[in-house]
């Protein structure tokens, strides 16, 4: 029962360490001078600290850093592979919507006749 | 490494890409994207057991996804604005739906091996994640000092916009 919890609570430390990283590089790559950048950096880097200290120190503690953060990104991407069938169960709902879609009738153009 | 260099450049790809045309950096993203992809899928050494399972399994994934995405696009592109629609891209669109869709639970449904909980519980750790993250761009948006207001037109600058405003717009010259 013990694995099992910590095994979910890396899980969850692992989603967390994964957008961390990815909202790191999307502030990086978006800077613009009219951004504040500074803060968000300071904020996200200091929780990707704690959620990686916290995976590295009480979860895992016989694993490498290096290893942790790769094990965080495998994870995280097999987990979005695996969900995204019920993403896409929306989007087909929706662009089945758009394909019958009929142009709905104009009352101006009605008049015209 | 060149795993997980091939990731980060397809993240940098999408984030410059997505910052849009007002900024030329933007033009570099479609071009990093490819070489990250191409990075990922063309592995130069023998993988370790971590990437090799994501591998396989992104490999697994990646016809249906292809073939839904370009299902979509086609769909999309078909149904054009001011309801001049080009239904046979459409119904080929369609179809690519329907195949992704086929394919899927042909080939990926049954062999999925992982444990459901597991991937409840990082997706669960994702939603923190951006919740955090949501929570500090507001903190960090009500921190934002408000810009000063300008200040009133001085009269010079009134009758520089005056005499403007007249040889553009005319004016009745007896009020001068």
Known sequence: MKIEINDALSSVLDGCIFISLLFLIHLICSYHPYHRILPLLMGNVLFLLLVVSINYFTLNPESSLFYLLRESMSNSIISILYFSPFFYIFITFIIIKLFFRKRPEDPLLKLLD | ?176
């Open chain 2, 1 to 176: 490494m060149q795993f997980w260099f091939g990731f980060l450049l397809l993240f940098c790809g999408l984030s410059l890409h997505r910052i849009g045309p007002a900024f030329r950096r933007s033009n570099f993203g479609k071009p990093i994207m490819s070489l990250g992809l191409v990075l990922i899928f063309l592995p130069y050494g023998q993988l370790s057991s971590i990437e090799e399972n994501l591998f396989d399994i992104m490999l697994d994934n990646l016809p249906w996804l292809i073939l839904s995405m370009f299902g979509v696009y086609l769909v999309l592109y078909g149904s054009q604005i001011y309801w001049v629609n080009i239904s046979p891209i459409k119904i080929l669109g369609i179809l690519l739906i329907a195949t992704s869709w086929i394919y899927y639970f042909k080939f990926i449904f049954n062999s999925q091996k992982e444990d459901f909980s597991l991937v409840m519980a990082n997706l669960l750790g994702m939603i923190f994640g951006l919740l955090y993250l949501i929570w500090i761009i507001k903190l960090v948006e009500s921190h934002t000092p408000k810009v000063a207001e300008s200040l009133p037109l001085s009269e010079s600058e009134k009758k520089y916009i005056t005499s403007i405003l007249k040889r553009n717009l005319g004016g009745n010259k007896d009020e001068d």
